[in-house]
């Protein structure tokens, strides 16, 4: 690293975190001129009942709200035009989100559809979206995807069977409300690969070529309060403290990698999340060790401080040496938290490994590793995970 | 941090975009554009505004809550100022009113309403048109933007058009009553003068007809006239000629009487049958050689004057007596005789027929001259049941249909004529297995008489010469030719028709009489 402190831009939209977040949504709404707005969210957080409070609260600002609960796990493109549907048709102003990455996502992808009037699949890659969307106010359910406060959208293109990355900053919220209340619903297996997600997010951002003096505040603290919090969370549920904790962890995470990308690790889940449909933050949370094998080299400093943030002390750095130290580490908590490491177990075969590198290596998310890496050096890390 | 190899420019140009150094994104970076947007709605709204003022017809706009936004100067003028008010406080006609009020109602429901309606103003009446449409937002009526034009002079213009158009229509109509009425007055005129050249061409026919056979009966009449004369002379010169052949007969008679062989040889020759066979050369050269044989110098005269005579075959005692002496001078004797004989016969006969003839000729002239005399009120029931009769073993059956007590006018004998013709022709048209039937009935003050037959039909080629005298379609011994000519001449004199219509199966002559000239028959 030439300059001690790079010039780097950091953007994060308008956020509120604590107890109670969540109930600004139509406040919110209202204030960003909608009168009229579309409430995205998926069907198990309507039954947890935290999607009809917030279009309680847009009622209660006088809000005419519409709502769209069509969104699956990683959601896909066809999900999407059916949203752009609801959204013209009810002739929507602006889009509230109650939800994880997945409502999230496919509000990016409905917003600026929506307001480009094109398949939101053209939007893949970095800064394609011509038209900022209509506002966009995130209420976030899970502490791991940070899309609340990213510029990040991740889509599902079944016709491809892949993943697509849209990096652009008009996907950056006009809002971003976490209320930790609504991690009180979260399943526990959810909650673990939507934390390991989180970790994820902080490690690359925190190794990323783009990486920054401001992400890099973010993305420390991050991995600090996941590894202070996660297996404390994924054990008791109900504490308020861890869960608190985590979900401004995401959040912090969420601001980090924005701003400063992601790396290798992200590339081959969105691949292999894309192929298997498997969960997000469970392909991260396998994937990731792998990521810091490959990458050490090229960040070692950085990941010994990792290290140090995961709670090594620096003797146990010192002693094990840093990789062996980070690697430990993040395997010991991924274990702590029930996510059993192989690739096999979600459903991949070595006959899928090529096809995914190739998928891999043309995502955007590659653009901020620390190491340059060719489909084939891919294939071999998934090899490794497999 | 690692910077990125050589040749990877695409990936760089990502990397500085993920940067995102060459924008500045904020809200406020929309400023100028939000600017430039308002810019562009003020002026905009100014020219619109400038349009909407100087426009030289009432403009106005009425806003989603039933109040008038906006009214240009024209609309100012005529009403006052009614920004805020309702259109119903508006000072208007309230008969107008309240048809306004309902287009008003109905344009702001999404339905663009347009109507000329007549109003009273201090200028006299006016047509004031209004058109009346929702301003759509969206899809969705946000109120009514309306119009009021005056409309006077079109409509004046339009219903002088109107009128115009309505003259020039009944203009046409009345034109083309008085051409159609034209053209039907001009297509009976024609009718009639076919009718009439029809009517002439007939009469000219008939009057050449006439003619033909008013001079063909003068011809005739005179030809029997000169005829007679001769005719009588002939016959009583044959009469005599025949007594004085009687005469000789009986001369002959005593001559041969006297016993003398020669007698006897010219009365044995004379004896010979009347209708004499012409003998051929070789007979005659056969009775030649007998009488050579006999002795006679010279036979061959002789023997041609003996076949003359009919004496071909004479006996041997005969030809030696013709050969004899004084045989000859008995053979010359019979020639004379025989031949005053053979002459006297056929003027007798010729004269005759010829008298035959002039007799029927003159018969047939009598028949076409009419008889007023004649003609009386007559049982033709009565007449025509004698139909019957002309049938016979050759023929077939006359069936009759005759109407009750139906009596005719005119010459009962003569009318028989035509019966009789008609009949005779039908039956022989019919032949044995045919069937004929006489029909009569009244036909107004007249009478009709029918004759049909069920034979082969009259042939097309020669319907136009059915009634011409000599015209005949039977074998030449069978008729004349004279019959339908003689009956349309006795029908002419009745001042009657006669006709008929033919198809193969069904052939009817059809007679009509006029009934008394001066009235009813009473039947």
Redesign the interface.
């Known amino acids: 690293m030439s300059q001690t402190y790079p010039m780097r831009k950091y953007v994060v939209p308008e956020s509120v975190f604590g107890e109670g977040a969540s109930t600004l949504a139509g406040r919110y709404a209202r204030n960003l001129g909608a009168t009229r707005p579309l409430v995205v969210s998926d069907p198990g957080l309507v039954a947890a009942g935290w999607t009809e409070s917030v279009i309680e609260s847009c009622r209660a600002e006088g809000l005419s709200p519409l709502s769209f609960f069509d969104v699956s796990p990683n959601p896909r493109c066809t999900e999407v035009d059916r949203g752009v549907e609801a959204f013209k048709d009810g002739r929507c102003d602006a889009i509230i989100v109650v939800g994880g990455g997945s409502p999230m996502d496919a509000a990016k992808g409905i917003a600026a559809s929506a307001a480009n009037g094109a398949d939101v699949r053209t939007f893949e890659g970095v800064d394609k979206i011509a038209v900022p969307g209509p506002p966009l106010v995130c209420v976030a359910s899970t502490a791991g995807t940070g899309s609340e406060v990213s510029r990040f959208a991740i889509i599902n293109d079944v016709f491809r069977h892949v993943k697509i990355a849209i990096v652009s900053p008009k996907m950056v919220p006009d809002a971003a409300l976490v209320d930790p209340r609504l991690l009180s619903t979260v399943p526990t297996d959810l909650a673990a690969a939507t934390g390991m997600d989180a970790l994820t997010h902080a490690f690359e951002a925190y190794v990323s070529s783009a990486s920054s003096a401001l992400t890099d505040l973010d993305a420390r603290q991050a991995v600090r309060l996941i590894a202070k919090n996660l297996e404390r969370l994924i054990v008791d549920p109900g504490d308020e403290d861890a869960r608190g904790a985590m979900a401004l962890a995401s959040m912090l995470a969420g601001r980090a990698f924005s701003n400063a990308g992601l790396g290798v690790v992200h590339a081959m889940a969105h691949a292999l999340g894309g192929l298997l449909d498997a969960p997000h933050g469970l392909c991260n949370a396998l994937l990731l060790d792998a990521g810091i094998e490959v990458n050490f080299e090229a960040a070692a400093e950085r990941y010994s401080e990792l290290a140090l943030d995961l709670g090594a002390s620096p003797d146990e750095v010192a002693s094990t040496g840093a990789k062996a130290c980070v690697l430990e580490r993040v395997r010991a908590l991924r274990a702590a938290v029930g996510v059993v490491p192989g690739l096999a177990n979600i459903g991949a075969v070595a006959s899928d490994l090529p096809r995914l590198a190739g998928f891999a290596a043309r995502d955007a998310c590659l653009v901020t590793n620390p190491v340059r890496l060719s489909a084939d050096d891919i294939e071999k890390i998934y090899e490794r995970s497999l | 941090?690692?910077?990125?190899?050589d040749g990877?420019g695409d990936?760089d140009e990502?990397?500085q975009?993920?940067?995102?150094?060459g924008?500045s994104?904020s809200v406020k970076s929309h400023y100028p554009e939000y600017k430039a947007a308002e810019r562009h709605l003020v002026e905009s709204e100014a020219r619109l505004r400038t349009m909407f003022e100087a426009v030289p017809f009432d403009m106005y706009l009425i806003g989603a809550d039933g109040t008038f936004l906006l009214s240009n100067e024209s609309y100012r003028r005529n009403f006052g100022e009614v920004q805020g008010l309702r259109p119903e406080d508006v000072d208007i006609d309230p008969a107008m009113k309240a048809g306004f009020l309902d287009d008003l109602r109905i344009a702001g429901e999404g339905t663009t309403q347009q109507r000329v309606r007549a109003v009273e103003t201090a200028n006299g009446p006016r047509w004031m048109l209004t058109i009346l449409s929702p301003i759509l937002i969206?899809g969705v009526s946000s109120g009514v933007a309306g119009v009021n034009i005056d409309v006077s002079e079109q409509k004046k213009a339009e219903q002088a058009l109107l009128t115009i158009n309505e003259d020039l229509e009944r203009i046409v109509e009345s034109r083309t009553y008085d051409l159609r009425r034209l053209n039907d007055e001009l297509e009976a005129r024609r009718k009639a003068l076919e009718r009439a050249l029809a009517d002439l061409r007939n009469t000219q026919e008939r009057l050449v007809q006439t003619r033909y056979q008013v001079s063909v009966g003068r011809v005739l009449a005179a030809i029997a006239h000169e005829l007679n004369s001769p005719l009588a002379a002939t016959e009583s010169a044959a009469g005599q000629l025949a007594s004085m052949r009687d005469e000789a007969v009986r001369a002959i008679s005593r001559f041969r009487s006297l016993a003398d062989p020669h007698a006897k040889l010219v009365d044995r020759i004379l004896s010979r049958p009347a209708d004499i066979p012409y003998y051929g050369k070789a007979r005659r050269d056969a009775l030649a050689d007998r009488l050579a044989s006999a002795g006679y110098a010279e036979p061959y005269e002789l023997a041609d004057d003996l076949c003359d005579l009919g004496a071909a075959d004479l006996g041997d005692e005969d030809v030696a007596l013709v050969a004899g002496p004084g045989g000859a001078d008995a053979v010359g004797v019979a020639w004379v005789l025989g031949s005053m004989f053979g002459s006297s016969t056929l003027a007798a006969k010729a004269a005759r027929r010829s008298a035959d003839v002039v007799r029927s000729l003159n018969a047939y002239l009598e028949l076409a001259r009419p008889d007023e005399s004649a003609l009386v009120e007559f049982d033709i029931v009565g007449r025509l049941q004698r139909c019957a009769d002309y049938g016979s073993s050759g023929t077939c059956p006359v069936a009759l249909e005759l109407e009750e007590g139906l009596r005719a006018y005119g010459d009962p004998e003569r009318l028989d004529l035509v019966w009789e013709n008609l009949v005779k022709n039908a039956l022989f048209a019919a032949g044995k297995a045919g069937r004929v039937t006489v029909r009569a009935r009244s036909d107004g003050s007249g009478a009709v008489v029918s004759v049909e037959d069920d034979g082969a039909g009259v042939d097309p080629a020669i319907r136009d010469r059915l009634f011409d005298p000599f015209f005949s379609t039977k074998a030449q011994e069978e008729g004349k030719g004279l019959g339908l000519d003689i009956c349309r001449r006795i029908i002419d004199t009745h001042g009657g028709t006669i006709s008929f219509e033919s198809i193969p199966g069904r052939t009817v002559f059809a007679v009509y009489l006029p009934g008394r000239p001066d009235g009813d028959m009473g039947r």
């Open positions: 941090m690692n910077g990125h190899s990877q990936l990502m990397y975009k993920l940067l995102g150094l924008d994104f969206d």
